[in-house]
């Protein structure tokens, strides 16, 4: 399987779909979500996003099907290309996917041993390489406090300055190898797959993305419309926390002259909803799953 959809039943309730409606799913993968969008329409469509090749070849042979191989933070020009003003549900499931963490030659697990690519789109953009090679240290400690929430990246930044020093950083088990000594036994498992996760976010460009989807998302979705969000880490879900709450990525509430609240959507759920004992059983990766649902509350002028 190219991906498990995680949470897949609460994402698709959550999304109220209409059968004539028009829908996003912003990160086609394997096509689980797509599916059961696909099941509940009747004549309506359904638009799918996703900038890895590999996933083209997952695709329904359904004509209501729309497949766009690009990020979905470009999302807003596509629809609006094919015709739409205005969307009735958009679906996020954010991260990396089974297919990518279960094949070596892409570099996203330390697990294998690969190149260091990262590239969620092979043909563009930098390499998780060029990150551990070229940054400078600022740059690297910045991009594991950020990205990794790694607390004090100082030291492990001097190892891997001092590596490279000799020879570039170039596969995954160097990069292992290189931090070894920063490496707790303990929480190898956990340290390590910060620092990847840190790195992904780098190459991908994935908060940047994230914040560019959100904001064409309130301005797509129509009056009612549903926003459903799947992340995996609390980097991305502060994002989107903070956004569906308050407007803005910050998190401080936007007040109009009177002094009252103003947000754009309004939480579906108030508790973020996570896999159930059984999902967790039969696909551990959902684990850290977290979803967030929004409606939108007016048009815009």
Same mark, same amino acid.
């Given at each position: 399987?190219?991906?498990?959809?995680?949470?897949?039943?609460?994402?698709?309730?959550?999304?109220?779909?209409?059968?004539?409606?028009?829908?996003?799913? =912003?990160?086609?993968?394997?096509?689980?979500?797509?599916?059961?969008?696909?099941?509940?329409?009747?004549?309506g469509?359904?638009?799918?996003?996703?900038?890895?090749?590999?996933?083209? /070849?997952?695709?329904?042979?359904?004509?209501?099907?729309?497949?766009?191989?690009?990020?979905?933070r470009?999302?807003?020009?596509?629809?609006?290309?094919?015709?739409?003003?205005?969307?009735d549900?958009?679906?996020?499931?954010?991260?990396?996917?089974?297919?990518?963490?279960d094949e070596? @030659?892409?570099?996203?697990?330390?697990?294998?041993?690969?190149?260091?690519?990262?590239?969620?789109?092979?043909?563009?953009?930098?390499t998780?390489?060029?990150?551990?090679? @070229? !940054?400078g240290? =600022?740059?690297?400690?910045?991009?594991?406090?950020q990205?990794?929430?790694?607390?004090?990246?100082?030291?492990?930044?001097?190892?891997?300055?001092?590596a490279?020093?000799?020879?570039?950083? /170039?596969?995954?088990?160097?990069?292992? @190898?290189?931090?070894?000594?920063?490496?707790?036994v303990k929480?190898?498992?956990?340290?390590?797959?910060?620092?990847?996760?840190?790195?992904?976010?780098?190459?991908n460009?994935?908060?940047?993305n994230?914040? !560019?989807?959100?904001?064409?998302?309130?301005?797509?979705?129509k009056?009612?419309?549903?926003?459903?969000?799947?992340?995996?880490?609390?980097?991305?879900?502060?994002?989107?926390?903070?956004?569906?709450?308050?407007?803005n990525? @910050?998190?401080?509430?936007?007040?109009d002259?009177?002094?009252?609240?103003?947000?754009?959507m309004?939480?579906?759920?108030r508790?973020?909803?996570?896999?159930?004992?059984?999902?967790?059983? =039969?696909?551990n990766?959902?684990?850290?799953?977290?979803?967030?649902?929004? /409606?939108?509350?007016?048009?815009? /002028?």
């Amino acid at each position: 399987m190219y991906h498990q959809p995680v949470l897949l039943e609460e994402s698709i309730e959550g999304l109220n779909i209409h059968p004539d409606g028009i829908y996003v799913d =912003a990160t086609y993968g394997g096509g689980g979500h797509s599916k059961m969008i696909l099941d509940k329409l009747g004549n309506g469509r359904l638009i799918a996003f996703d900038q890895d090749p590999e996933a083209q /070849e997952q695709l329904w042979d359904d004509g209501r099907l729309v497949f766009i191989r690009h990020n979905f933070r470009y999302m807003k020009n596509f629809v609006r290309y094919l015709g739409y003003d205005r969307l009735d549900g958009i679906l996020a499931d954010l991260g990396v996917s089974s297919h990518h963490l279960d094949e070596p @030659e892409r570099g996203f697990s330390f697990r294998f041993n690969a190149p260091l690519d990262m590239r969620m789109d092979p043909k563009a953009g930098i390499t998780a390489a060029y990150v551990l090679n @070229e !940054y400078g240290p =600022a740059q690297l400690q910045d991009v594991f406090r950020q990205y990794g929430e790694v607390h004090k990246p100082r030291s492990l930044v001097d190892a891997i300055l001092q590596a490279r020093e000799d020879k570039r950083i /170039e596969s995954t088990f160097q990069l292992v @190898e290189t931090l070894k000594s920063q490496t707790p036994v303990k929480y190898r498992n956990k340290f390590l797959a910060k620092i990847f996760q840190a790195l992904r976010i780098e190459v991908n460009r994935e908060i940047e993305n994230l914040k !560019y989807f959100l904001l064409q998302s309130n301005e797509m979705l129509k009056k009612g419309g549903r926003l459903a969000v799947i992340s995996y880490h609390s980097v991305e879900d502060r994002v989107v926390k903070n956004y569906i709450k308050t407007g803005n990525f @910050e998190g401080e509430p936007a007040k109009d002259f009177y002094g009252h609240e103003q947000a754009p959507m309004t939480p579906v759920n108030r508790k973020v909803i996570t896999p159930s004992y059984q999902e967790i059983r =039969a696909n551990n990766r959902s684990r850290s799953a977290k979803l967030r649902i929004a /409606e939108k509350q007016a048009d815009d /002028e």
